[in-house]
């Protein structure tokens, strides 16, 4: 069993739709929680950063944190073609040094 | 502009051949690491460092080397590169641990 798992997708949605993105994970000893999206060819870019439990949001964007489930999920508000891409999450602990991924879930906002 | 830069952005080379991908950034970030990207495979650590003269082994090291001499500079040598090491490679930085990382434009590595 991998330390966080996510389903690879691809998540297909109509345009204007709530997307809900997520991933669960086995180590509870994680504290840092991050969401990045990923245009083809290009690198990762950072979109949620959360510490320990709880919500998060920054316009569109909500990310939540349960500890209790070991999952976390990123939503997606308004949905746009333009958020077409691979959303990535990713973990780590306070005695960590790497982080450790989730294989990413490919989402496309049809027109 | 805060930035990672990686060179070059593509490159093919023959086996056996040693290279360098160099990677830079201009956030006084302590923290980089290289990863390597396969499909079905997802991103992968190479190596990381905490900050300069420390590094240390990612997930999958064997075949690289790296190098942490100054601060903004953090590249990842080749020393006698093999087809499997046909990669996408993106370096990244923060300012202290892993969270937060900013990852460069990578690196597409064709290795013949």
């Known amino acids: 069993q991998k330390e966080v798992e996510q389903d690879p997708g691809p998540l297909s949605v109509p345009e204007g739709a709530i997307v809900s993105l997520n991933c669960t994970y086995s180590n509870s000893a994680f504290q840092y929680f991050m969401w990045y999206r990923q245009y083809s060819r290009k690198g990762p870019e950072l979109l949620m950063y959360t510490y320990s439990s709880g919500n998060k949001e920054d316009g569109r964007f909500t990310a939540q944190v349960d500890k209790s489930s070991k999952y976390i999920s990123l939503f997606i508000r308004d949905s746009q073609p333009s958020d077409s891409a691979t959303y990535l999450c990713?973990?780590?602990?306070?005695?960590?040094?790497?982080?450790?991924w989730g294989a990413g879930t490919k989402l496309i906002i049809k027109p | 502009e805060a930035q990672v830069t990686q060179n070059p952005r593509y490159l093919i080379t023959v086996t056996g051949k040693k290279l360098t991908v160099t990677c830079s950034q201009n956030m006084n970030h302590e923290y980089m690491s290289w990863y390597r990207q396969d499909p079905g495979l997802g991103l992968r650590q190479i190596y990381y460092s905490m900050n300069v003269e420390v590094t240390d082994k990612g997930d999958v090291p064997e075949g690289y080397k790296v190098s942490r001499k100054e601060k903004r500079n953090f590249p990842l040598i080749l020393e006698s590169p093999s087809p499997n090491q046909t990669s996408l490679y993106f370096c990244?930085?923060?300012?202290?641990?892993?969270?937060?990382?900013?990852f460069g434009q990578g690196t597409r590595l064709t290795v013949v």
């Open positions: 990244a930085s923060s300012f202290r641990g892993p969270a937060n990382s900013f």
């Open positions: 990713a973990m780590s602990d306070d005695s960590n040094y790497q982080l450790i």
